[in-house]
Each structure stands twice: as structure tokens, then as C-alpha cells.
């Protein structure tokens, strides 16, 4: 058990904020079943700070559920701190990635890592990207209901190991796609959220042994490029982030050891492509079940606009965020929103109910792009990318990648829907269509046409 959770607090209820009676495993089926619905039914009985006692929890998972609590979650930094918090997630991304680092070494690390990752570095990625858009779209085209989300993760990962690795070889690519999917896929990441016990590896066949067995395997595939790339003598050519972390030094002159590299290199690579694919995949069955924001996009992409489509992400992100919070622990003994929180209680911003609320967001259910084409929205009442010193650092990344399919999907076809609009399950920390985000693509032109030529400086990295 991580120190986090060995020092998480019991359950007393005149120390946290409300939560209901209901039994523990009440609580964790309700938020696995309807994680969505069941949070909101808490958000409207409790306030918005409540408690919620679900497992791996011992005590009870604070949650922020406004904008205004939101805000003193992502920014307060002395009173709410990150990495201890996401200690759930070590086992897969790694302890040392930058997920999972604390204070004070956190900023030092992210300052190293941050480069690659500025707008203007990421727009160079911009051509690649869409080239491996146009590699993929075929397959996508030529299904009748498809889901989005498997086609989605294949070129996410592909653009995700293009980006860190600078890999290009089609075998070595479908080598790591091939742990990668092993890895993350199957309800193998469910092994986190299982009691102490059952973590453990004990043999192959047990959920544990899976899981380290599974995770080696992508943990080999790492460490080879790193000794790769180490010897390689064009490194300080190349533009991928592995080759430019093993040159960046912080003010003392540090840099991160091989250790370290594994850790943040695998957390980039699962941090960086399930999101961006869940939320293409969301993005593109909502458009598919709301025709009028459809055509309203495909027009204003058709005339050389992108007004619509930024509009669109945003309000896919806000209505279903591929990421369902940002976790803290509480620094000492403190409160939010009136309510007592005790020190190093885990504390999570819960981005959907955030986003639904009503005060903020008028007729919070409906789907309606245009609504960000105004003024820009209340600060922390729209954080799909978290906020503070740990927002995403991949954002210009994922927008460049969800960008660029919904301009080349969309100018080959229309999405429609392939049956009712999907409902969201919690999958670790992630918000996915229960069944992948099905959509029917019906063509505008034959397969294999060039999309809608991109307009000059069309993408460009967010502020
Ligand atoms: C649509 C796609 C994505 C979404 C919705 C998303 C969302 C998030 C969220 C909510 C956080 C937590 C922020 C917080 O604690 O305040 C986060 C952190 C992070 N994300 Fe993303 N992300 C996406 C794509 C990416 C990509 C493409 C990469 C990199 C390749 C990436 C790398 C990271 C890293 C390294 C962190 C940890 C930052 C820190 O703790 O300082 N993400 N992301």
C-alpha cells in the first residue's frame, strides 16, 4: 500500500463534508454504473462539497463540485497538493512520472518536460498528424456503426509514439501497440482499484501477476528505446521528446536519470492517448446526435472557419470529459466550502458535475457549441485539462490531434447516429461511451478522396 493511502484518515463523519448512508459497495457500484447520474443525485442532496465513500478509500473521497470549490482545489496549492493523490495510478504510469511526483520536485520536473510540449513546438507535429489521420480515415470510412473509440486509440497511440519515441518503424509501432493494448486493455487497469491483497502478483493467472507481467512488457520496450536513442549520434538532431530529455538539464544542471526517464516516458505515453482518443471518440458521437450543431460545424469548416470546431471541443469536453477529475490530498487539517477536510484526505475536482452546473451553464444537458463563441466562461468552470501548476501539459497535443480529425473526418463524411446516444462508464479515471462511441459515417465524396485541404495556419496552439 502507497504512503498515501496509509495515511489517508478513517471514515468519521464530523471530519468530512456530507455523504449519504449508504453502504461503501453501494457507493462503488453506483459511481461504476452511472457515474455521471449518481454523483449529480449526490451534488443535489449534499451541496456542492460532499463526501463520497467508495472503494479503494478507506475514509471517504472528498469532492469539489462547483466552479468556485473547483477553483480552491486546482490552484491552492498549500493547502491542497498533487502526486501523493494520484497514488492510485502509480502502478501503471509509474511513481516517478510526473503524474505521480509530489512537491517540490514536481516543478522541476515539469519544467524539463514542458518544452517539447509548447504550442508553437507542437504545431510542427501538425503535418504528421494528419498524415497519419488520412492513413487511418479509410478504415474508418469503409464501417457501417462503427466505434470510435478503438479507431481513435490505434492512431492517437501511433501519434503518441510518433511524438515521444520518434518512432516511425511500422514493426516497432505494432510491437508497442500490441503491449500497450495488452496492457491497458481487457479490464486490466481495473487490478488498481481492487483491495491491497489482490494486487499482488501471485502467479500469471492471478489479476496481479497479469497486470506486472503486462506492464513489463511495455516497461522492456522502454528502456530499449532509451539505450537506443542514448547511443544514437544524430540525438541532438531529432525532435522527439525522449531524444530532447536526455539533454535537458534544469538550473543546476541535473537531468533526469534512466530511472526517472522510464517513469516519465511511460506517463506520457498512457497519459497521452486513451484521453485524446476518448474524446475524439465522444466528440464525434455527439455530433452524430445532434444534426443541427453537425451541419452548423461542417458548414463553417467547409467555408475556412474554425470558430465551430474549437467551439465544439470545448463543449465536448465540457459535457463529457474524458478525464473525470483531478485528484489532491489535503496538506493539513483545512476546510472547502464550510466543511471540514482533514489532512491528507484524498480530494478529487469532479469535472462533470463542474461542468453541469446550472448557475454556470444554462440548460447545462444540451449540446450547443455556440455557447463558447461569446464570452469566455467563468475561470474553473470548465477544466477538462485539470488547472493550476499540474494542468495537462499535453493539451496543445490532443487539440492538434482532435482538431485535425474532425476537419478530415468531417469533410469525407457526415457522422449519424447508429443507435441511441451511449451512456458514460468510469473506466479507472476516464469517462467512456459504454459502447465506444458508435456512429455511421455517411460519405460526402468516394473513399479515398483527399479531405478538405487544410487552410493556411489552421490549427494553431491554444493560449
Ligand atoms: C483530450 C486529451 C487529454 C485530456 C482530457 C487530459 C486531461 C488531463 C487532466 C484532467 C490532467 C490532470 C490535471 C490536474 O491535476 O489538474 C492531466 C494531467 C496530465 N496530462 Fe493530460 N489530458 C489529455 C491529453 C494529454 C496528452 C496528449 C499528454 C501528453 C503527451 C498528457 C499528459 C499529461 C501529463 C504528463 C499530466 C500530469 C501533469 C502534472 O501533474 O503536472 N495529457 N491531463
Same mark, same amino acid.
Given at each position: 500500500?502507497?504512503?498515501?493511502?496509509?495515511?489517508?484518515?478513517?471514515?468519521?463523519?464530523?471530519?468530512?463534508?456530507?455523504?449519504?448512508?449508504?453502504?461503501?459497495?453501494?457507493?462503488?457500484?453506483?459511481?461504476?454504473?452511472?457515474?455521471?447520474?449518481?454523483? !449529480?443525485?449526490?451534488?443535489?442532496?449534499?451541496?456542492?462539497?460532499?463526501?463520497?465513500?467508495?472503494?479503494?478509500?478507506?475514509?471517504?473521497?472528498?469532492?469539489?463540485?462547483?466552479?468556485?470549490?473547483?477553483?480552491?482545489?486546482? &490552484?491552492?496549492?498549500?493547502?491542497? &497538493?498533487?502526486?501523493?493523490?494520484?497514488?492510485?495510478?502509480?502502478?501503471?504510469?509509474?511513481?516517478?512520472?510526473?503524474?505521480? &511526483?509530489?512537491?517540490?520536485?514536481?516543478?522541476?520536473?515539469?519544467?524539463?518536460?514542458? $518544452?517539447?510540449?509548447?504550442?508553437?513546438?507542437?504545431?510542427?507535429?501538425?503535418?504528421?498528424?494528419?498524415?497519419?489521420?488520412?492513413?487511418?480515415?479509410?478504415?474508418?470510412?469503409?464501417?457501417?456503426?462503427?466505434?470510435?473509440?478503438?479507431?481513435?486509440?490505434?492512431? +492517437?497511440?501511433?501519434?503518441?509514439?510518433?511524438?515521444?519515441?520518434?518512432?516511425?518503424?511500422?514493426?516497432?509501432?505494432?510491437?508497442?501497440?500490441?503491449?500497450?493494448?495488452?496492457?491497458?486493455?481487457?479490464?486490466?487497469?481495473?487490478?488498481?482499484?481492487?483491495?491491497?491483497?489482490?494486487?499482488?502478483?501471485?502467479?500469471?493467472?492471478?489479476?496481479?501477476?497479469?497486470?506486472?507481467?503486462?506492464?513489463? &512488457?511495455?516497461?522492456?520496450?522502454?528502456?530499449?528505446?532509451?539505450?537506443?536513442?542514448?547511443?544514437?549520434?544524430?540525438?541532438?538532431? !531529432?525532435?522527439?521528446?525522449?531524444?530532447?530529455?536526455?539533454?535537458?538539464?534544469?538550473?543546476?544542471?541535473? =537531468?533526469?536519470?534512466?530511472?526517472?526517464?522510464?517513469?516519465?516516458?511511460?506517463?506520457?505515453?498512457?497519459? =497521452?492517448?486513451?484521453?485524446?482518443?476518448?474524446?475524439?471518440?465522444? +466528440?464525434?458521437?455527439?455530433?452524430?446526435?445532434? $444534426?443541427?450543431?453537425?451541419?452548423?460545424?461542417?458548414?463553417?469548416?467547409?467555408?475556412?472557419?474554425?470558430?465551430?470546431?474549437?467551439?465544439?471541443?470545448?463543449?465536448?469536453?465540457?459535457?463529457? #470529459?474524458?478525464?473525470?477529475?483531478?485528484?489532491?490530498?489535503?496538506?493539513?487539517?483545512?476546510?472547502?466550502?464550510?466543511?471540514?477536510?482533514?489532512?491528507?484526505?484524498?480530494?478529487?475536482?469532479?469535472?462533470?458535475?463542474?461542468?453541469?452546473?446550472?448557475?454556470?451553464?444554462?440548460?447545462?444537458?444540451?449540446?450547443?457549441?455556440?455557447?463558447?463563441?461569446?464570452?469566455?466562461?467563468?475561470?474553473?468552470?470548465?477544466?477538462?485539462?485539470?488547472?493550476?501548476?499540474?494542468?495537462?501539459?499535453?493539451?496543445?497535443?490532443?487539440?492538434?490531434?482532435?482538431?485535425?480529425?474532425?476537419?478530415?473526418?468531417?469533410?469525407?463524411?457526415?457522422?449519424?447516429?447508429?443507435?441511441?446516444?451511449?451512456?458514460?462508464?468510469?473506466?479507472?479515471?476516464?469517462?467512456?461511451?459504454?459502447?465506444?462511441?458508435?456512429?455511421?459515417?455517411?460519405?460526402?465524396?468516394?473513399?479515398?478522396?483527399?479531405?478538405? #485541404?487544410?487552410?493556411?495556419?489552421?490549427?494553431?496552439?491554444?493560449?
Amino acid at each position: 500500500m502507497s504512503d498515501a493511502f496509509a495515511r489517508e484518515p478513517r471514515w468519521d463523519p464530523r471530519l468530512f463534508p456530507p455523504a449519504t448512508r449508504a453502504p461503501r459497495a453501494v457507493q462503488t457500484a453506483r459511481m461504476l454504473l452511472d457515474p455521471q447520474g449518481y454523483a !449529480r443525485s449526490l451534488r443535489r442532496r449534499l451541496g456542492p462539497v460532499f463526501s463520497l465513500r467508495t472503494f479503494p478509500y478507506r475514509g471517504a473521497l472528498v469532492c469539489a463540485a462547483d466552479a468556485a470549490a473547483n477553483r480552491v482545489v486546482l &490552484t491552492d496549492h498549500e493547502r491542497f &497538493t498533487g502526486g501523493d493523490a494520484a497514488a492510485l495510478l502509480a502502478p501503471a504510469v509509474g511513481a516517478g512520472s510526473l503524474i505521480c &511526483t509530489p512537491p517540490p520536485l514536481h516543478l522541476a520536473h515539469r519544467k524539463l518536460l514542458l $518544452p517539447p510540449f509548447h504550442g508553437v513546438r507542437v504545431a510542427r507535429w501538425a503535418p504528421r498528424v494528419r498524415e497519419l489521420v488520412h492513413t487511418g480515415l479509410p478504415a474508418l470510412l469503409s464501417g457501417d456503426g462503427v466505434p470510435v473509440r478503438p479507431w481513435a486509440q490505434r492512431l +492517437t497511440l501511433d501519434v503518441i509514439l510518433r511524438v515521444v519515441f520518434g518512432l516511425t518503424d511500422p514493426a516497432r509501432v505494432a510491437t508497442f501497440r500490441h503491449a500497450l493494448n495488452a496492457f491497458v486493455g481487457m479490464g486490466n487497469l481495473a487490478v488498481l482499484f481492487l483491495p491491497e491483497p489482490l494486487r499482488r502478483d501471485l502467479g500469471p493467472l492471478s489479476p496481479g501477476g497479469r497486470f506486472h507481467r503486462l506492464r513489463a &512488457t511495455v516497461v522492456d520496450l522502454t528502456r530499449e528505446e532509451i539505450a537506443a536513442r542514448r547511443a544514437a549520434p544524430d540525438r541532438a538532431h !531529432r525532435d522527439d521528446v525522449l531524444s530532447m530529455l536526455l539533454d535537458a538539464r534544469d538550473e543546476h544542471g541535473a =537531468g533526469l536519470d534512466d530511472a526517472q526517464l522510464l517513469d516519465e516516458l511511460t506517463g506520457l505515453v498512457l497519459a =497521452g492517448y486513451e484521453t485524446t482518443a476518448t474524446t475524439i471518440a465522444w +466528440t464525434l458521437h455527439l455530433l452524430a446526435h445532434h $444534426p443541427a450543431a453537425r451541419d452548423d460545424l461542417i458548414a463553417d469548416l467547409d467555408a475556412g472557419s474554425d470558430r465551430l470546431l474549437k467551439a465544439t471541443v470545448k463543449e465536448s469536453g465540457r459535457l463529457r #470529459p474524458a478525464v473525470y477529475n483531478a485528484m489532491r490530498t489535503a496538506a493539513h487539517d483545512t476546510e472547502l466550502g464550510g466543511h471540514p477536510v482533514p489532512r491528507h484526505a484524498f480530494v478529487a475536482a469532479l469535472f462533470p458535475l463542474t461542468h453541469l452546473d446550472p448557475g454556470r451553464w444554462p440548460d447545462p444537458d444540451a449540446f450547443r457549441p455556440e455557447r463558447h463563441l461569446g464570452a469566455d466562461p467563468v475561470p474553473y468552470s470548465l477544466t477538462p485539462f485539470g488547472g493550476g501548476v499540474r494542468r495537462c501539459i499535453g493539451v496543445s497535443l490532443a487539440q492538434l490531434e482532435i482538431e485535425t480529425v474532425l476537419r478530415e473526418l468531417l469533410a469525407a463524411a457526415v457522422p449519424e447516429p447508429a443507435g441511441p446516444l451511449e451512456p458514460a462508464r468510469l473506466v479507472s479515471v476516464m469517462l467512456v461511451p459504454a459502447r465506444g462511441g458508435r456512429v455511421r459515417l455517411r460519405a460526402r465524396r468516394p473513399h479515398g478522396c483527399p479531405g478538405r #485541404p487544410p487552410a493556411p495556419g489552421s490549427w494553431s496552439p491554444p493560449l
